[in-house]
């Protein structure tokens, strides 16, 4: 619908300072502008009405007015806000982080329309003198040590399970196959019925007193297991519940680690011999040590920006940051945890992840304010780096990412990460950095 143009009128502007970071900003519109804006509002709904017994766009004011009721009304507020909100924010000097929260009565015609807007702004940031921050930054070593653990854990995962003879005896560290039914006070429940179920026992990934009491059996042996569920569980229909299931023992299995030589090396892929395994190795724990190493530096420089800045946050972009968070959560862990789990987590956090969704928006107004006085931007070519670099990580074809980012609109949100990183290096190279032991 088009907008309503009027001549220059006054409007009542009056600002209320309720924090730092909102204010409360009324307007008064003066009853002429809103007898227009009915009358335009009016015109426009002629033009679209379809009445029977009138031809289209001259349908009268009065059936305009019973046809349309309420939303005639709303459509004059939205006009009238659209039109005067812009200057009167202007007017009294604030500048809006998110859109501003309208309360008003409904406009009538022939009486001034009065409306309040709460407006949520961006926080004056005081920032201290950059060279007065402190950053710890932790050293980088591997030890040989922590090679060989690597390797042996490497060479677990190829470790092969080889069944064992009829007549041995299942053990910690076995691999056993089981067949089971689940039953409660006799009757069978659902999912506890299951075939070829492999355990190693010992895992713990069986409910408690499962795995134990399949210690000692033997391969075609049947046990009765008698088991409680834990309280809390992802069921709730079996939490806390005792249960018993009759089980199978079908196939019983060692594990059987291959020798660490040069024929392992070649196992794993492009290696040649075991050193050349235990140099990648050694490889990528370092570059593994270096980014905690930098994130453990930036980590203690914005915890020194935070603790020597105060300034309020607007409680709507916390809320904006908290629920961005819950919706994180909610991907990584839907489909890996029953559905009532996920509820349960997704409460939790939504009770108690204030304050830390408080703190990443201070977090970034800090770096935003560090940003705007280096004059720290982002160019274009670094843009497009950046999207290559995604592609490439990804596996994407780089023209592909490149018109996904134009159709998405990625282009700011790149552009704010490549400020933000290098605000965090202007930090680095401004402040009193300390290499500490890991």
Do not use: C
């Not at 379809?50 to 009721?69: A, E, M, N, T």
């Amino acid at each position: 619908m088009a907008e309503l143009v009027t001549a220059a009128s006054e409007v009542r502007v009056e600002k209320n300072v309720v924090s730092p970071v909102v204010s409360e900003v009324s307007v008064e519109v003066p009853a002429g502008r809103v007898d227009e804006a009915f009358g335009r509002v009016l015109q426009e709904l002629r033009k679209g009405a379809r009445v029977k017994g009138f031809r289209p766009g001259k349908v009268p004011p009065h059936v305009i007015k019973q046809l349309y009721g309420p939303q005639l009304g709303e459509e004059v507020e939205r006009v009238l806000v659209n039109q005067t909100l812009p200057d009167a924010v202007t007017q009294v000097g604030v500048v809006p982080v998110v859109e501003p929260q309208i309360e008003a009565e409904p406009p009538v015609a022939g009486q001034t329309f009065k409306y309040k807007a709460r407006i949520e702004m961006k926080p004056e940031i005081e920032l201290p003198d950059l060279a007065s921050l402190s950053g710890s930054r932790p050293a980088v070593k591997v030890g040989q040590d922590e090679v060989l653990a690597e390797l042996e854990r490497l060479r677990e995962r190829q470790a092969a399970w080889i069944e064992e003879a009829d007549d041995a005896l299942a053990a910690v560290g076995h691999q056993v196959t089981v067949d089971f039914v689940g039953t409660l006070d006799g009757v069978a429940f659902e999912g506890g019925t299951a075939e070829g179920v492999e355990i190693e026992l010992g895992s713990g990934r069986m409910i408690p007193g499962f795995e134990e009491q399949l210690v000692g059996a033997r391969s075609g042996e049947a046990r009765t297991l008698n088991v409680t569920f834990p309280t809390p569980y992802g069921n709730a229909e079996l939490a806390g519940k005792a249960a018993d299931f009759a089980a199978k023992v079908t196939a019983i299995k060692r594990r059987e680690l291959p020798a660490l030589d040069d024929d392992f090396a070649k196992d794993l892929g492009d290696f040649e011999t075991l050193d050349d395994v235990k140099r990648k190795l050694q490889e990528s724990l370092e570059a593994q040590r270096r980014q905690a190493s930098d994130h453990a530096l930036e980590r203690s420089l914005l915890d020194d920006l935070v603790a020597r800045t105060r300034f309020e946050v607007p409680p709507t972009l916390v809320s904006r940051q908290l629920e961005s968070q819950i919706q994180q959560l909610e991907q990584q862990l839907r489909g890996r945890l029953p559905e009532n789990e996920l509820r349960m987590r997704v409460a939790q956090l939504r009770e108690e992840g204030w304050d830390d969704a408080r703190r990443r928006v201070q977090e970034a107004l800090l770096l935003e304010s560090v940003a705007s006085r280096a004059t720290l931007e982002a160019s274009e070519e670094e843009i497009h780096a950046r999207l290559d670099e995604m592609a490439a990580s990804q596996g994407f074809d780089a023209k592909l990412m490149h018109d996904l980012a134009r159709a998405q609109g990625w282009h700011a949100a790149i552009a704010a990460e490549i400020v933000d990183r290098k605000a965090l290096a202007h930090l680095i190279a401004q402040a009193r950095i300390a290499d500490v032991e890991a």
